[in-house]
C-alpha cells in the first residue's frame, strides 16, 4: 500500500491509482494542449510542439492539477514528425487512460486530434497520409522482448530549455528527457520521451520534484525491462 500522503499533490498517474487504493475519492479530468515550443538542444536551435494533457479534479474535495508530456512532434529528423507524435501520444494516453479504469477511476476518453492541429496552426504542413517511419513505443518493444528476441537499449539523459507559447503569453521550461537507442532483429531505432518538466524561472523548487517525478517513471520503465530481460544500464537524473 502506497503511504503517498493526500497533503502531497499528485504527479504522476501511479499518484492517483496509489491514492484511490488507499481509499480516497478521486475524481479526474483531462484538458489537452498542443503547444508550439522553441527548443534550445547544444547549439542546435528548433521548433517543435508538444503534446499536453492536464489532469486535474478533486482528492476528498481538495483540489489538484499535473500535466503529462505525451509526444514531441517536428518537420524535421530532430524528432517524429507531428503527424506521428499524434498517434505516438494517443498511444501512450490509451494506455494511461486504462490503468485509471481498472483502478476505478473513470474520466471521459478523449485523444488527441491531427485535425485540431490543422485548426489552431494551420500554416504547417500536417499531412494525415504521410510516414516516415514505424509508430512503435518502447512498450512495443518491451514486449518483442517478451518474446524471446534480444533487445539492446542505450540510455541517455539531458534536461532541455524551451520557450512554451501560448496564447497571449510565452513559458521558459526545462524538459526532462530520456533518449532511447535501441538495437533489435537487426536494426536500430531511435526515440525520446520527456518525463517531466519545470518552470525554469523556478528551478530551486521545481527541479527536485521534476527529477523524483521522472526518476520515479524510470524506476517503473526499468522494472519491465527486468521482466522482459532486456538488456540496459539503469541511469537516473541527479
Known amino acids: 500500500m502506497s503511504h503517498l500522503s ?35 538542444h547544444g547549439n542546435i536551435e528548433f521548433q517543435a510542439y508538444i503534446f499536453l494533457c492536464k489532469y486535474f479534479g478533486t482528492i476528498n474535495s481538495k483540489e489538484y492539477i499535473f500535466r503529462k508530456c505525451y509526444a514531441r512532434g517536428c518537420q524535421h529528423n530532430l524528432c517524429p514528425h507531428v503527424s506521428q507524435a499524434v498517434m505516438i501520444a494517443n498511444r501512450y ?35 494525415k497520409n504521410e510516414t516516415t517511419g514505424a509508430i512503435l ?9 517478451k518474446e524471446g528476441n534480444i533487445v539492446k537499449v542505450q540510455i541517455n539523459l539531458e534536461i532541455i ?31 525520446q520521451r520527456c518525463l517531466a518538466c519545470f518552470e525554469t524561472h523556478n528551478e530551486t523548487e521545481e527541479k527536485p520534484v521534476a527529477i523524483q517525478t521522472a526518476n ?19 541511469i537516473f537524473f541527479n
Do not use: W
Not at 177 to 188: E, K, P, Q, S
Not at 216 to 234: G, H, M, T, V, W
Open 6 to 40: 493526500i497533503n502531497k499533490p499528485p504527479h504522476r498517474i501511479t499518484d492517483l491509482i496509489n491514492l484511490i487504493k488507499n481509499g480516497e475519492n478521486i475524481t479526474c479530468n483531462t484538458l489537452f494542449e498542443i503547444v508550439p515550443v522553441d527548443f534550445a
Open 93 to 127: 494516453l490509451k494506455r494511461d487512460y486504462k490503468k485509471l479504469l481498472d483502478a476505478g477511476i473513470k474520466l471521459k476518453e478523449n485523444i488527441f486530434s491531427l485535425d485540431d492541429m490543422l485548426v489552431k496552426y494551420d500554416k504547417i504542413d500536417l499531412e
Open 137 to 145: 513505443t518502447i512498450h512495443d518493444y518491451i514486449n518483442i522482448a
Open 161 to 191: 530549455p524551451g520557450v512554451e507559447y501560448f496564447a497571449n503569453q510565452k513559458n521558459e521550461q526545462s524538459f526532462l528527457m530520456v533518449d532511447f537507442n535501441i538495437a533489435t532483429l537487426g536494426r536500430n531505432s531511435k526515440f
Open 216 to 234: 520515479a517513471r524510470l524506476k517503473i520503465l526499468f522494472s519491465e525491462f527486468d521482466e522482459a530481460k532486456i538488456q540496459y544500464k539503469p
